[in-house]
């Protein structure tokens, strides 16, 4: 029963493998979505904003007005024509007779003839064509201005020093030579003066040089005495020191001799105190010797009682002890003679030695001798020292009283000579003065006689010319007066003339033309009066000459709008559309170029190339690529688009490449009409071309027209597939979460 009841968990089980292709399904699924990622995540793609449109004029169109009011006579162009700018569109009746125009103009040239001569005349030449009061005016400034030549020249030759030759008229040469000679009078004169007194200046500078040097020289020998003085005093001074000194070795010689004078009289006196010592010592040994021959006798008898008393000792007649007294006897007589012997010669020694000392005293006391008499004899040399310095201190001291009164005279030499040169200073500042008043007064005298020609010259221009000026510009006010009355009378007539004709203010295409011809209108251009007139009288030697002559009659009321020509000198731009979802990715891709630009614009590039980005306006970038890749410009930063033309299918004659120029500030109101529901952004389009190939083989081009309809794709940039697909996702996310 337990086998039986074994768990189902003990059972074995056994695994089977899957089949290969569901592996193999699992694995492709796997790396294909792998892949898909992988590749969305660096795949690029073009992310454009779409746009539609249409074709316009890139100047537009301009209506033409009647500049005044009339009757249109002739008309030279119809509704299509190409026109020119500044070319004839048509004619209104002439109103305005050339003969009118011409006698205005005829006057004009008469008063500028007139006003020609009058400058002639005030720029110093006389006219032959004048009135003879006229003539006598001229004649009179031209006088008064050969005059104030004549001064002017004077002036420049004698007052200023820069007059060169001056052709002077014979009518003035005297009055030139009489002028010329009172200066040279007036100014030699002064001169004159001036040459004495520089002459009495360069005596005085002389005169203070020489000072100057007499000075120089006194000041040398003044240098010379002090020195030889400084000298005198010096030597005075160490002849002072050298008495000082002989004085000081007096004083020493003379101490010297009195301790050599004490010496001797202390040599002398222990001289004599040796000689008494000696004495004295001699009378001792005499007396030694008689003690001495007592002492002997003494001991003569104590030896003879010994020698009388021994054999009785030995007998036993005297007692021992009396004999050994008695020896001692003879003992203590030997032992004092042997005492006096002792001090005899003790006495003789002392007696020998005082001899000695004898003789060394009177050798002392020669030397000492001689040592004073040679203490005297240079107490008596110092003494004579003193006295011959005492001459030369004299000496000195009339040498130092010399140099003193040399120097006094030196001195006083020096205060002269500086009072000369003092003299001679003071003496060159009156010439200077002199000479400068002199010299002032020669200035002052040019100065008057110039001060005289420049008032004769002032008052022939102040009064004289300007008198004669005066008429002749009142004359030529006059005139202008009457030539600005003239001129304003031409301009009037001639644009009243010019009024008659109506011109194409731009190049560009005819129509909406108000004024029509008449049947059977066509005239020939070359024998109409009229357009002969326009062609003769109105246009310009260079204007545009019309083509064609139409009679025409229609009443034009003054800024009546006639006609409207379409300016296509520039060509076409596209003009779209951009919803307001998508203007961010363009406004951003737009401002992003003008960064890039606006710091460059109006500067020129290779080729000639200007840049046009000026902020608020277009921005446009250069064609050349090697001018983007200068500024690091790629394609994508210009914002291109791609414009496809609906009336030329995109498939059969391809598309015309362009780029965003301009955004408008504001979003434009929806336009039912244009088939717009929703507000937008007007975008201005730069188109590369504006022509489309028809037959490539036969090179057939048609361009492209105003008003065409366009379908445009704007590159705002490249996005990653996966970027797309997260954004779309995140949007689709939002989207629920808004769901209230």
């Given at each position: 029963?337990?086998?039986?009841?074994?768990?189902?968990?003990?059972?074995?089980?056994?695994?089977?493998?899957?089949?290969?292709?569901s592996r193999?399904?699992l694995?492709?699924?796997?790396l294909?979505?792998?892949?898909?990622?992988?590749?969305?995540?660096?795949?690029?793609?073009d992310?454009?904003?779409?746009?539609?449109?249409?074709?316009e004029l890139?100047?537009?169109?301009?209506?033409?007005?009647a500049?005044t009011?009339?009757n249109?006579?002739?008309?030279?162009?119809?509704?299509?024509?190409?026109?020119?700018?500044?070319?004839?569109?048509?004619?209104?009746?002439?109103?305005?007779?050339?003969?009118?125009?011409g006698?205005a103009?005829?006057?004009?040239?008469?008063?500028?003839?007139?006003?020609?001569?009058?400058?002639?005349?005030?720029?110093?030449?006389?006219?032959?064509?004048?009135?003879?009061d006229l003539?006598?005016l001229?004649?009179?400034?031209?006088?008064r201005?050969?005059?104030n030549?004549?001064?002017s020249?004077?002036?420049d030759?004698?007052?200023?020093?820069?007059?060169?030759?001056?052709?002077?008229?014979?009518?003035?040469?005297?009055l030139?030579?009489?002028?010329k000679?009172?200066?040279?009078?007036r100014?030699?004169a002064v001169?004159l003066?001036?040459?004495?007194?520089?002459k009495?200046?360069?005596?005085?500078e002389?005169?203070e040089?020489?000072?100057?040097?007499?000075?120089?020289?006194?000041?040398?020998?003044?240098?010379?005495?002090?020195?030889?003085?400084?000298?005198?005093?010096?030597?005075?001074?160490?002849?002072?020191?050298q008495?000082?000194?002989?004085?000081?070795?007096?004083s020493?010689?003379?101490?010297?001799l009195?301790?050599?004078?004490?010496q001797?009289?202390?040599?002398?006196?222990q001289?004599?105190?040796?000689?008494?010592q000696?004495?004295?010592?001699?009378?001792?040994l005499?007396l030694?010797?008689?003690?001495?021959d007592?002492?002997?006798?003494?001991?003569?008898?104590n030896?003879?009682?010994?020698?009388?008393?021994?054999?009785?000792?030995?007998?036993?007649?005297?007692?021992?002890?009396?004999?050994?007294?008695?020896?001692?006897?003879?003992?203590?007589g030997?032992?004092?003679?042997?005492?006096?012997?002792?001090?005899i010669?003790?006495?003789a020694g002392?007696?020998?030695?005082?001899?000695?000392?004898?003789?060394?005293?009177?050798?002392?006391?020669?030397?000492?001798?001689?040592?004073?008499n040679?203490?005297?004899?240079?107490?008596?040399?110092?003494?004579?020292?003193?006295n011959t310095?005492?001459?030369?201190?004299?000496?000195?001291?009339?040498?130092?009283?010399?140099?003193?009164?040399?120097?006094?005279?030196?001195?006083?030499?020096?205060k002269?000579?500086?009072?000369?040169?003092?003299?001679?200073?003071?003496?060159?500042q009156?010439?200077?003065?002199?000479?400068n008043?002199?010299?002032?007064?020669?200035?002052?005298?040019r100065?008057?006689w110039?001060?005289?020609?420049?008032?004769?010259?002032?008052?022939?221009?102040?009064r004289e010319?300007?008198?004669?000026?005066?008429q002749?510009?009142?004359?030529?006010?006059?005139?202008?007066k009457?030539?600005?009355?003239?001129?304003?009378?031409?301009e009037?007539?001639?644009?009243?003339?010019?009024?008659?004709?109506?011109k194409s203010?731009?190049?560009?295409v005819i129509?909406?033309?108000?004024?029509?011809?008449k049947?059977?209108?066509?005239?020939?251009?070359?024998?109409?009066?009229?357009c002969?007139?326009?062609?003769?009288?109105?246009?310009k030697?260079?204007?545009?000459?019309?083509e064609?002559c139409?009679?025409?009659?229609?009443?034009a009321?003054q800024?009546?709008?006639?006609?409207t020509?379409?300016?296509?000198?520039?060509?076409?731009?596209?003009?779209?559309?951009?919803?307001?979802?998508d203007?961010a990715?363009?406004?951003?891709?737009?401002?992003?170029?003008r960064?890039?630009?606006?710091?460059?614009?109006?500067?020129e590039?290779?080729?000639?190339?200007?840049?046009?980005c000026?902020p608020?306006?277009k921005?446009?970038?250069?064609?050349?690529k090697?001018?983007?890749e200068?500024l690091?410009?790629?394609?994508?930063?210009?914002?291109?688009?791609e414009?496809?033309?609906?009336?030329?299918?995109?498939?059969?004659?391809?598309?015309?490449?362009g780029?965003?120029i301009?955004?408008?500030?504001?979003?434009?109101p929806?336009?039912q009409?244009?088939?717009?529901?929703?507000?937008?952004?007007?975008?201005?389009?730069?188109?590369?071309?504006?022509?489309?190939?028809?037959?490539?083989e036969?090179d057939?081009?048609?361009?492209?027209?105003?008003?065409?309809?366009?379908?445009s794709?704007?590159?705002?940039g490249?996005?990653?597939?996966?970027?797309?697909f997260?954004n779309r996702?995140?949007?689709?996310?939002?989207s629920?979460?808004n769901?209230?």
């Amino acid at each position: 029963m337990n086998t039986q009841s074994t768990s189902l968990n003990e059972q074995p089980v056994i695994l089977e493998k899957p089949a290969i292709l569901s592996r193999l399904f699992l694995w492709m699924i796997m790396l294909i979505t792998s892949s898909a990622i992988i590749w969305a995540y660096f795949a690029e793609i073009d992310q454009a904003v779409p746009a539609i449109g249409q074709l316009e004029l890139k100047d537009g169109s301009i209506d033409v007005q009647a500049p005044t009011s009339g009757n249109v006579v002739r008309l030279h162009v119809e509704n299509g024509d190409r026109v020119e700018k500044n070319q004839p569109l048509l004619t209104f009746s002439p109103t305005a007779p050339s003969a009118d125009l011409g006698s205005a103009t005829e006057l004009r040239d008469t008063l500028k003839r007139e006003n020609l001569f009058y400058k002639e005349v005030l720029n110093g030449k006389v006219p032959t064509a004048l009135p003879p009061d006229l003539q006598k005016l001229a004649q009179e400034r031209q006088t008064r201005i050969s005059e104030n030549k004549t001064y002017s020249a004077l002036i420049d030759e004698l007052y200023l020093n820069r007059g060169g030759f001056v052709n002077i008229e014979p009518s003035l040469q005297g009055l030139y030579v009489n002028y010329k000679a009172e200066y040279n009078s007036r100014v030699g004169a002064v001169e004159l003066q001036i040459t004495e007194l520089e002459k009495q200046l360069q005596q005085a500078e002389e005169d203070e040089e020489a000072a100057r040097e007499q000075l120089r020289v006194a000041q040398d020998q003044l240098q010379y005495s002090k020195q030889q003085l400084q000298f005198a005093q010096q030597q005075l001074e160490n002849t002072k020191q050298q008495r000082i000194y002989a004085n000081e070795q007096l004083s020493n010689a003379e101490e010297q001799l009195k301790f050599a004078r004490e010496q001797l009289n202390n040599t002398q006196a222990q001289l004599k105190n040796s000689e008494e010592q000696l004495k004295y010592s001699e009378e001792q040994l005499e007396l030694a010797k008689g003690q001495l021959d007592k002492s002997e006798r003494v001991l003569d008898s104590n030896e003879g009682i010994l020698a009388q008393i021994s054999p009785l000792v030995e007998e036993g007649a005297i007692a021992e002890l009396q004999k050994k007294r008695q020896e001692q006897e003879v003992f203590r007589g030997e032992s004092e003679i042997l005492r006096q012997q002792d001090q005899i010669q003790s006495r003789a020694g002392e007696i020998n030695t005082r001899k000695g000392e004898i003789n060394t005293r009177l050798g002392e006391v020669n030397s000492r001798l001689a040592d004073i008499n040679a203490r005297e004899g240079e107490v008596n040399s110092r003494r004579s020292d003193i006295n011959t310095l005492e001459g030369e201190i004299n000496t000195r001291e009339g040498e130092i009283n010399s140099r003193l009164s040399d120097i006094n005279a030196r001195e006083g030499e020096v205060k002269a000579r500086q009072a000369e040169i003092q003299r001679a200073r003071l003496e060159q500042q009156r010439l200077n003065v002199s000479i400068n008043r002199t010299k002032e007064q020669l200035k002052n005298t040019r100065d008057a006689w110039a001060r005289e020609l420049y008032a004769r010259i002032a008052e022939n221009e102040g009064r004289e010319i300007a008198r004669i000026d005066s008429q002749f510009t009142r004359l030529q006010l006059d005139n202008n007066k009457r030539l600005t009355e003239v001129n304003a009378q031409i301009e009037k007539l001639e644009e009243t003339r010019d009024n008659q004709v109506l011109k194409s203010p731009v190049s560009g295409v005819i129509f909406d033309l108000q004024p029509v011809s008449k049947e059977e209108s066509s005239l020939d251009i070359k024998t109409d009066p009229i357009c002969q007139y326009v062609i003769n009288d109105v246009l310009k030697p260079n204007d545009i000459k019309p083509e064609r002559c139409e009679d025409a009659s229609y009443e034009a009321q003054q800024t009546q709008p006639l006609l409207t020509v379409l300016d296509d000198d520039e060509g076409l731009e596209a003009v779209v559309y951009i919803q307001n979802k998508d203007i961010a990715l363009v406004l951003k891709a737009l401002n992003d170029k003008r960064k890039k630009l606006e710091p460059f614009h109006d500067q020129e590039l290779a080729g000639g190339e200007v840049i046009e980005c000026e902020p608020g306006k277009k921005c446009a970038c250069p064609e050349l690529k090697e001018n983007r890749e200068k500024l690091g410009l790629s394609d994508v930063e210009c914002v291109p688009v791609e414009v496809q033309v609906e009336a030329l299918p995109a498939n059969e004659f391809g598309t015309v490449t362009g780029e965003v120029i301009s955004i408008s500030d504001d979003a434009i109101p929806p336009d039912q009409e244009s088939g717009r529901a929703y507000f937008s952004f007007e975008t201005t389009i730069d188109l590369e071309r504006q022509t489309f190939v028809l037959d490539n083989e036969n090179d057939l081009e048609i361009g492209l027209q105003n008003g065409m309809a366009i379908n445009s794709n704007i590159n705002v940039g490249k996005r990653t597939v996966l970027e797309l697909f997260f954004n779309r996702f995140t949007g689709k996310f939002r989207s629920l979460t808004n769901v209230n």
